[in-house]
């Protein structure tokens, strides 16, 4: 058996997140820009190639793999990649298969999501206000979104809310929002903003971020808050509402950051990997991959190597009323 990743703070990395594609069907202002210019189709990993990839981060120790974009549904076969990673769920290599979407194709894929072993989605919906809906993502419309969430649950699908926690624009709907997921059986986690995307200065991100310590004071204006232990393999801390009976989850990477316990790294669809969402540095495995189609210890160095870059943590910070730690690149680009 290969030797686990581990980096330089003895963190093994067991979560690899992928971005299939750097396309996307909506253009949320805090991920893109209205009018992005998209990768030549050269430079992304094929199908093929991403199974490549895949299949050696979970020959060394990866136990989850997310699948993100962009919208991961909308890159052209990509039912053939998850299908194909269902072999890795077969052996028990891979202990889970999921993916992060906008929920806009949901309609069209949850049943061949599901017969190919995945078993949870996380849909990204900041708001129940269609006009609101249509505002943030400029080009989504708020029904196709829902259909997708009956699709998805109709499907076996267990659905978790992710919300972008934006001032000044979802405040009002938490009590909404949170019921809402209750009738339906679904978690909600909150995201605070982050400062990513070259369009986007310091008074504009500032002025969108909404702590989420403001948020579970919200929550505790008017439900029984219980802290749970419990973690996912992913940045959230989780309450449960006790009223509800419902979880809901708090990914802070500002007010109070995560990165003691990260266990993941980020493969974009051109094949660099991000050992950290908020830092630069990152290796090109594109090159290791396609050079070295008969040798796969080729790549598993180049893996290895990156692996001993990861740092200890990200340096976002709205302390000073300055986003400090600001990433030129879009959150669309590593997929989130």
Avoid at 270 to 277: I, K, P, Q, S
Wanted: proline content about 4%.
């Amino acid at each position: 058996m290969n030797a686990p990743l581990i980096d330089p703070f003895a963190r093994a990395i067991t979560y690899l997140r992928v971005s299939v594609t750097d396309r996307c069907d909506f253009r949320c202002v805090y991920c893109m820009s209205e009018n992005m210019t998209f990768l030549p189709k050269k430079e992304l990993l094929t199908l093929e190639e991403l199974d490549r990839m895949c299949s050696t981060f979970v020959n060394l120790g990866v136990q989850k793999l997310r699948i993100t974009g962009g919208e991961p549904l909308v890159r052209r076969d990509i039912m053939t990649f998850f299908r194909s990673m269902s072999r890795h769920l077969d052996s028990g290599a891979l202990q889970e298969l999921t993916l992060t979407t906008n929920g806009s194709q949901l309609a069209r894929f949850a049943d061949d999501l599901y017969a190919a072993g995945v078993r949870r989605v996380n849909i990204s919906l900041d708001t129940l206000d269609e006009q609101k809906f249509a505002d943030v993502t400029r080009w989504g419309r708020l029904p196709q979104v829902l259909k997708g969430i009956d699709a998805a649950q109709k499907a076996g699908l267990r659905v978790k809310i992710n919300a972008v926690a934006l001032k000044g624009f979802n405040e009002e709907e938490l009590p909404a929002i949170t019921q809402w997921c209750a009738d339906r059986d679904m978690d909600l986690t909150w995201i605070e903003v982050m400062p990513m995307g070259e369009d986007m200065g310091d008074e504009k991100r500032i002025g969108q971020y909404w702590s989420l310590k403001d948020v579970r004071a919200t929550y505790a204006q008017h439900y029984t808050i219980t802290d749970l232990a419990e973690r996912s393999g992913g940045p959230a801390r989780y309450v449960r509402l006790e009223e509800t009976g419902q979880k809901i989850g708090f990914i802070t990477p500002l007010s109070h950051n995560f990165c003691e316990s990260c266990n993941r790294v980020r493969l974009t669809c051109t094949g660099d990997l991000y050992m950290c969402l908020g830092q630069e540095d990152m290796a090109d495995l594109r090159g290791a991959l396609r050079d070295n189609p008969d040798d796969p210890t080729v790549l598993e160095a180049a893996i290895r190597q990156a692996i001993t870059l990861k740092p200890k943590g990200h340096d976002f910070d709205y302390s000073r009323q300055k986003a400090d730690g600001t990433m030129s690149r879009h959150m669309s680009h590593t997929g989130g």
